[in-house]
T-cell receptor, first 117, second 113 residues
Framework: AQTVTQSQPEMSVQEAETVTLSCTYDTSESDYYLFWYKQPPSRQMILVIRQEAYKQQNATENRFSVNFQKAAKSFSLKISDSQLGDAAMYFCAYRSVRGGSNYKLTFGKGTLLTVNP | ETGVTQSPTHLIKTRGQQVTLRCSSQSGHNTVSWYQQALGQGPQFIFQYYREEENGRGNFPPRFSGLQFPNYSSELNVNALELDDSALYLC????????????FGSGTRLTVV
């Protein structure tokens, strides 16, 4: 079974600064998807960025980028020019490319990000 | 394009009772998944429905059951509620075969007393 570990329960960053959230995972599969989701107090999970394991190039979405190290099974999220609206719980998630219950997302426990003005 | 709507937003039930939570999928999506998120934890997969059939299940007992309707909306039913069932229940819809199409609702906060 796949597992996802987020070792930082809480992180804080100054507005306009850069912060990196860590995520490691364990799998025996060679192809899969990785995601970062943001959960603000509104509770809705919002997709921040995704990475396909067969792509070596790191995904980027505006101020958000990832450092995907497949051999090390590491998938960190970098937030540049942090904004107050970035404050939320961030979850790293894994999904197999296989079918059935493997379509499920396996989440880490989350990292609570605080952005200080 | 409508998002995922869940109802109710909050619910308080007594141990031993039964509860039904509802989810309306995003327009164009044909798959619905349900997740349980305990306080301070990441969401845990309960099950997924596709074409009105359960298509995968996590480590949850049979008293957790579901339905998917022809319009792709869904229900999560929990029988014989236990105190540990207190959690945020999230619904996510997607279009089968599209790996990035998960849209989540804002969840139902269930409290069992």
């Amino acid at each position: 079974a796949q597992t996802v570990t987020q070792s930082q329960p809480e992180m804080s960053v100054q507005e306009a600064e850069t912060v990196t959230l860590s995520c490691t995972y364990d799998t025996s599969e060679s192809d899969y998807y990785l995601f970062w989701y943001k959960q603000p107090p509104s509770r809705q999970m919002i997709l921040v960025i995704r990475q396909e394991a067969y792509k070596q190039q790191n995904a980027t979405e505006n101020r958000f980028s990832v450092n995907f190290q497949k051999a090390a099974k590491s998938f960190s999220l970098k937030i540049s020019d942090s904004q107050l609206g970035d404050a939320a719980m961030y979850f790293c998630a894994y999904r197999s490319v296989r079918g059935g219950s493997n379509y499920k997302l396996t989440f880490g426990k989350g990292t609570l990000l605080t952005v200080n003005p | 394009e409508t998002g995922v709507t869940q109802s109710p937003t909050h619910l308080i039930k007594t141990r031993g009772q039964q509860v039904t939570l509802r989810c309306s999928s995003q327009s164009g999506h044909n798959t619905v998944s349900w997740y349980q998120q305990a306080l301070g934890q990441g969401p845990q997969f309960i099950f997924q429905y596709y074409r009105e059939e359960e298509n995968g299940r996590g480590n949850f007992p049979p008293r957790f059951s579901g339905l998917q309707f022809p319009n792709y909306s869904s229900e999560l039913n929990v029988n014989a509620l236990e105190l540990d069932d207190s959690a945020l229940y999230l619904c996510a819809s997607s279009l089968r075969g599209r790996e990035n199409g998960y849209t989540f609702g804002s969840g139902t906060r269930l409290t069992v007393v």
